[in-house]
């Protein structure tokens, strides 16, 4: 990818591993549990740590972690458990990434869909949580992404309580299902991921079925000379 700062150009590459930079918004899933601390796996080159002082105890309850806070952890989040947090402080001397899910929006993940992207091609904001397109998206700068139908109350359960049972209706997991086509074809195009330009690809595509566009998009990844010989009237790969 080619960047521009004032006269100085320079190319990053496409893929790779995760950089990470402090107050980044990120999602990973739980690797090791460990005295203290979990080990976060964020596609970086190292596990990212994230330290049981670096939590909110359930309830948001505010106070120092006791012995039997620690016997707990695995209760609290263990091995392969999805969350979201972000990046408190990166280290100098390996590149080691620092977390914390202080805030009440960050946490452990519940019902969605995890989707995988190159890391360069996401755009940093102001903000990583969106409500658009009839689902919600938290898009991790690390390059994962997590789409999940729309919460009806953000109640305060310090970011450990999680729903199961919660009935997805059709219409939220089309609209989930069509957002992940999206995001797919844009990545395909290589094109920068952002709240803007998944909306700008959802609302290109929405004539189109879910099957369809999925079917586009593999079509444009692995064969796209047979795409565009096809002249294929779909949508945002002319964006």
């Given at each position: ?68 806070d ?39 993940l ?8 190159p ?14 397109c009839?689902a ?11 789409i ?92």
């Open positions: 990818m080619r960047e521009q700062v004032n006269k100085l150009i320079y190319i990053r590459a496409l893929k790779g591993r995760y950089n990470g930079e402090m107050g980044d918004v990120v999602i990973g899933r739980i690797a090791e549990i460990q005295q203290k601390r979990w080990k976060v796996n964020l596609n970086a080159k190292v596990h990212a740590v994230l330290l049981l002082s670096a939590v909110n105890l359930p309830g948001g309850e505010l106070r120092r972690r006791s012995v039997e620690e016997h707990m952890m695995r209760q609290y989040l263990s091995e392969g458990d999805l969350i979201s947090a972000e990046v408190q402080n990166v280290s100098q001397s390996d590149g080691s990434l620092s977390l914390h899910t202080r805030n009440l929006k960050y946490g452990k519940s019902q969605g869909v995890l989707v995988e992207v890391p360069n091609l996401i755009r940093r904001t102001k903000t990583h949580f969106h409500n658009i009839g919600s998206l938290i898009v991790g700068t690390n390059g994962y992404i997590w999940y139908p729309t919460p009806e109350s953000s109640e305060a359960a310090g970011g450990f309580a999680r729903n199961l049972e919660l009935k997805v209706d059709v219409k939220e997991r089309e609209a989930i299902a069509r957002i992940n086509c999206c995001i797919q074809a844009l990545v395909a195009c290589k094109m920068m991921i952002y709240d803007t330009s998944i909306i700008a690809a959802f609302e290109s595509a929405r004539e189109f079925s879910v099957s369809i566009i999925s079917i586009c998009v593999d079509l444009y990844r692995f064969f796209p000379s047979a795409y565009r010989n096809l002249q294929c009237p779909l949508f945002f790969f002319d964006l």
